[in-house]
C-alpha cells in the first residue's frame, strides 16, 4: 500500500503562469508528478481551495491521515477572477495551524517570492508562514518533495532548484492525470504549459518590479517534451492548452535566449512546435501568452513570421499580452523597463497586421494586450497623460487592442523595486490613478470591445462559469484572457452555448444565447 498525500491548490498567478480556475498551473502537476516518480502505487487527492471553503471537513478528513499535505498558493499578479477565489494569506496561515499533526509543505510564489491580495502594496514575505508549515519552499517544490521522499526530511533542502528539465519532463508526464480531479475537468479545464523559465533581460537586470529576473539566466525545455507532456494532458481528457508559462512566446527556441536582452525570434522552431501540437490535440483550444513588445519592434519580420505560423495552428481569439507597464520614457528609464512609446505603438501594428482576421469563434486571431502598472518610481502627473496618449494613437491609426489591463505594483521582497519603492508615491497619484482607471473602463474599453466585437458579432462555443445575481449568467469561451459575456437568465453550468453580441457593459459584453446548452 503506498503512501497517501494531499494538494491543495490555493491557485497561483505570475507574470509568466496562471493557476486560477478554469486553468491548471504547473505546480500540482509537476509535484504529482515527482511523487509518482518516487512511487507508483502513491495515492494523491487533490483539492482547491473553493471545494475546501465548501466542505472543509472532506479535505481535513483527507489530510488528516495522508503523510503529507503540499499548499500551493500565491497570487502576484493580482487581478479579478471569476472562477475562483485565489487562497488568502490568513487562509494560508489557519490551514497550516490546524495540520499540525501531519508534515506540511507550503509551495508556490507565496514560499519563494510572497504574496499580495492587492497591489499597491508591499508584499507578505514567506517569513510569515515558517513556523506555520514544516517546510516553506523557496525552491523547486517538485525537487524538494522528491527529495524529501528519497532522503528524508532532514536532509531535503527547501531552496533547491531544478538546474535544468530532465527530471521535470518525466514529473510533468506522470503528473498530467492529476487533472481527473480537478472540478473543471471534462468541461473548462486549460492547462498552463511551460516552455522556459527566465527573462531574457536578465542581462540588464529586468525590470525593477518582477520576479522572472530572479531565476536567473533562462533554461529552456526541448520542444519534443513539451510535445509530449501536451499530448499525455490530452490523453487524460484535457481539451485546452495556453502555453503561456514564459514571459515571451516569440523568442523560444532563440539561439539569443539568455545571451541578448531581445532574442531574434526564430519562427521556424515555432512553425514547428505549433504544427506538432496541433497535429496531437485535434481541434482543442491552443493559445499563448505573453510577448515582448521590445523584440517585435526589433525584428518585424521575424516576428510576423512567427505570429503568423501561431495563426496557422492556434485557436482564434489568441492574446499577446504586452507588459508595456508605462508609456512615459522617465518612468521606463528609471525602472529598467523592456519598451518605448513607439517601439510599442509599432509591435501594436505588427500583431494588428498579421492577427486581426476573423476565426471561426467570432473573434480576430490573435491581438495584442496591454498591461500597465501603477505607483512604479518616477511616476508623475505626465505618466498618466502618456499612458492615454498611447491609447489614443492606438485609436488614431485604427488599430485594434484586445484588453486593457491595469494594476497597482505589489512590491515583493528582492525585487529592485523593493528598494526604491515609497509608498506615499501611490498616496500622491491617488486620484490620478483613479481617474486614469475609470477614463480607460468608460472611454477607451467600449471603444476598443466595438471594433473587437462589433454588435452582431456571434461568439462560440461560450462555456457558463457563473450564475450572477439579477438574472444574469456569464459565460466565457476557452483560452488566453477570455471575453466575459453576460446573458440574460439562468444557465446552470455545465451548459455550452452561442450568443450573438447585443451590448456592452465595462469590459464584458451583453450577448443573447441562439441556441440551447450543450454539455460541451
Ligand atoms: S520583460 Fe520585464 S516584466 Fe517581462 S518578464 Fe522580463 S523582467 Fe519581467
Redesign the pocket.
Known amino acids: 500500500m503506498g503512501k497517501k498525500f494531499v494538494i491543495l491548490d490555493g491557485y497561483t498567478d505570475e507574470?509568466?503562469g496562471l493557476g486560477v480556475p478554469p486553468y491548471i498551473d504547473v505546480y500540482p502537476r509537476y509535484i504529482a508528478g515527482a511523487i509518482w516518480d518516487v512511487d507508483r502505487e502513491s495515492k494523491i487527492i487533490y483539492y482547491t481551495i473553493d471545494e475546501v471553503r465548501s466542505d472543509p471537513s472532506a479535505f481535513f478528513r483527507d489530510a488528516a491521515s495522508s503523510n503529507m499535505v503540499i499548499v500551493v498558493a500565491g497570487v502576484v499578479v493580482p487581478g479579478k477572477y471569476i472562477g475562483g477565489r485565489p487562497i488568502s494569506p490568513e487562509e494560508v496561515e489557519r490551514i497550516g495551524r490546524m495540520l499540525s499533526n501531519v508534515f506540511t509543505v507550503l509551495a508556490g510564489p507565496a514560499a519563494r517570492f510572497g504574496m499580495g491580495e492587492e497591489g499597491g502594496k508591499p508584499a507578505i514575505s514567506p517569513s510569515r508562514f515558517r513556523g506555520i508549515y514544516d517546510a516553506v519552499v523557496s525552491g523547486d517544490p517538485e525537487i524538494y518533495v522528491k527529495d524529501v521522499l528519497l532522503k528524508g526530511e532532514e536532509k531535503a533542502e527547501e531552496w533547491i532548484r531544478r538546474k535544468d528539465y530532465s527530471e521535470i519532463d518525466r514529473f510533468a508526464i506522470l503528473g498530467s492525470k492529476i487533472v481527473k480531479q480537478h472540478p473543471n475537468y471534462n468541461y473548462n479545464l486549460t492547462a498552463e504549459i511551460e516552455t522556459y523559465r527566465g527573462?531574457?533581460?536578465?542581462v540588464v537586470g529586468?525590470?525593477s518590479?518582477?520576479?522572472?529576473?530572479l531565476y536567473g539566466k533562462p533554461i529552456s525545455r526541448d520542444p519534443r517534451s513539451v510535445i509530449l507532456e501536451v499530448s499525455a494532458l490530452y490523453e487524460e481528457g484535457v481539451r485546452s492548452f495556453r502555453i503561456g508559462r514564459q514571459?515571451?512566446i516569440l523568442v523560444y527556441g532563440s539561439e539569443e535566449l539568455g545571451k541578448k536582452e531581445n532574442p531574434k525570434p526564430n519562427p521556424e522552431f515555432i512553425e514547428n512546435l505549433f504544427r506538432e501540437l496541433r497535429e496531437k490535440i485535434g481541434n482543442s483550444i491552443l493559445h499563448v501568452d505573453?510577448a515582448?513588445p521590445?523584440v517585435i519592434s526589433a525584428y518585424p519580420e521575424e516576428s510576423k513570421k512567427a505570429i503568423l505560423a501561431i495563426v496557422k495552428y492556434h485557436s482564434p481569439g489568441d492574446v499577446l499580452a504586452f507588459?508595456l507597464?508605462s508609456a512615459d520614457d522617465k518612468v521606463v528609464k528609471i525602472n529598467?523597463?523592456?519598451v518605448t512609446f513607439d517601439e510599442a505603438l509599432r509591435a501594436v501594428e505588427i500583431v494588428n497586421e498579421v492577427g486581426k482576421g476573423i476565426g471561426y469563434n467570432g473573434l480576430p486571431h490573435i491581438l495584442p494586450g496591454i498591461n500597465f502598472i501603477l505607483g512604479l518610481p518616477g511616476e508623475t502627473s505626465r505618466t498618466y497623460e502618456k499612458n492615454l496618449e498611447f491609447l489614443d494613437e492606438i485609436l488614431k491609426r485604427k488599430l485594434l487592442v484586445r484588453r486593457i489591463n491595469i494594476r497597482k505594483v505589489l512590491v515583493l521582497p528582492n525585487t529592485r523595486v523593493s528598494v526604491i519603492w515609497k509608498e506615499t508615491l501611490l498616496e500622491k497619484n491617488k486620484d490620478r490613478a483613479k481617474n486614469f482607471i475609470w477614463i480607460v473602463r468608460h472611454r477607451y474599453d467600449p471603444l476598443f470591445l466595438r471594433s473587437v466585437v462589433p454588435p452582431g458579432t456571434i461568439l462560440k462555443d461560450l462555456y457558463v462559469e457563473k450564475v450572477g445575481g439579477n438574472n444574469y449568467t456569464y459565460a466565457r469561451q476557452l483560452g488566453s484572457y477570455p471575453l466575459i459575456v453576460e446573458l440574460e437568465g439562468k444557465f446552470d453550468p455545465p451548459c455550452v452555448l452561442d450568443a450573438r453580441v447585443i451590448g456592452y457593459k465595462g469590459r464584458s459584453v451583453k450577448g443573447v444565447p441562439l441556441n440551447s446548452c450543450r454539455s460541451s
Not at 199 to 202: A, D, P, T, V
Not at 209 to 213: A, D, K, L, N
Open positions: 507574470p509568466a527573462c531574457s533581460r536578465w529586468g525590470c518590479f518582477c520576479i522572472e529576473p514571459p515571451d505573453n515582448n521590445a507588459g507597464e529598467n523597463l523592456n
